[in-house]
């Protein structure tokens, strides 16, 4: 919408953080089109989504996610332009 691309920096997880990456992408997916539904800019719902793709890494059943780990990766993640174009 706005020209710019963006890139998300998620926080470094300890070896012993992440239990299992199945689901992960389906969280991201999920924390994505939440965001936007909810009509939160760009890239922010790309902060959101990241924060649940990597909290649900943080998780051993591939189907849910701490919530309060979430709410921790959205204050860890790193959003940056990183240019700008057409798309």
């Known amino acids: 919408q706005d ?20 689901g992960s992408g389906d969280a991201a997916t999920a924390g994505w089109l939440s965001a936007l ?7 922010e719902a790309l902060r959101r989504a990241v924060a649940a793709g990597t909290a649900k890494a943080m998780s051993p059943d591939p189907g849910w996610l701490d919530p309060r780990a979430y709410k921790r990766m959205v204050g860890l993640v790193r959003i940056k332009r990183v240019g700008s174009g057409s798309v």
């Open 37 to 43: 539904a909810k009509g939160i800019e760009p890239q």
């Open 3 to 22: 020209g710019h691309f963006w890139l998300a920096t998620p926080p470094r997880l300890c070896r012993g953080e992440i239990r299992s990456l199945t």
